[in-house]
């Protein structure tokens, strides 16, 4: 595998379910990244990990939770989510994070809440 | 103001023409500035990053940079109908993240 893979690749869950999202990049980066992208609005970033540290949480709410365990892999766990959360859900890397680091994006999943 | 800003189009340009897109900033101390397509229900690609002032060129591509103006453009020369996309404006903030555009859609009529 190259690039940036997630999984699944679409998702319908209810509201009281509880699921995972998962992220991988075999670039040798070491800054991930979660993208919410609703349509017709632009990309809105929800995480950032550096080095597995989170370095940003987009005043995302609480049913969105994000688990970093190496550079590599990265996570996100939803629950209790409403149907506005309906969205394509986007991973990306970069070498680190900051200006001058090209982020390469995943196939993204396609989430849909009933 | 919104920090990235771009015209949402669609822009229609005809096979074999020039599509130019713009986008301007707000954050005067932003430094990388990269373009992405986006094809529809897929996601975002890397087509260039320019860091100077100036022009850029990679292919049919020509990104072009002005700082003291606070916008950037790409050119596309010779147009063709698998051109027809989004394409996002990305900045880097001085928040050290990158802030995307809500994009242009490009229309190539054959």
């Known amino acids: 595998e190259t690039g940036v893979t997630q999984t699944p690749r679409h998702l319908v869950m209810g509201m009281t379910n509880k699921k995972s999202l998962k992220c991988e990049q075999h670039l040798g980066h070491n800054a991930m990244y979660w993208y919410k992208q609703s349509a017709k609005k632009p990309l809105e970033l929800m995480f950032v990990y550096n080095f597995k540290e989170q370095t940003e949480n987009n005043s995302v709410p609480s049913r969105f939770s994000p688990e970093c365990p190496n550079s590599s892999h990265l996570f996100l766990h939803l629950h209790t989510l409403q149907p506005e959360d309906s969205a394509l859900y986007l991973c990306?890397?970069?070498?680190?994070?900051?200006?001058?680091?090209?982020?390469?994006f995943g196939p993204g999943t396609r989430l849909t809440v009933l | 103001q919104k920090e990235v800003e771009q015209n949402s189009g669609p822009l229609s340009v005809p096979e074999g023409a020039i599509a130019s897109l713009n986008c301007t900033y707000s954050d005067r101390v932003s430094q990388s500035f990269f373009w992405y397509r986006q094809y529809s229900g897929k996601s975002p690609e890397l087509i260039m990053s320019?860091?100077?002032?100036g022009d850029k060129e990679d292919g049919r591509f020509t990104a072009q940079l002005n700082k003291a103006s606070q916008y950037v453009s790409l050119l596309i020369r010779d147009s063709q109908p698998s051109d027809s996309a989004t394409y996002l404006c990305a900045v880097d903030s001085s928040a050290s993240k990158i802030i995307f555009g809500s994009g242009t859609r490009l229309s190539i009529r054959p």
């Open positions: 320019i860091y100077s002032n």
């Open positions: 990306a890397s970069s070498p680190r994070t900051g200006g001058n680091n090209e982020q390469f």
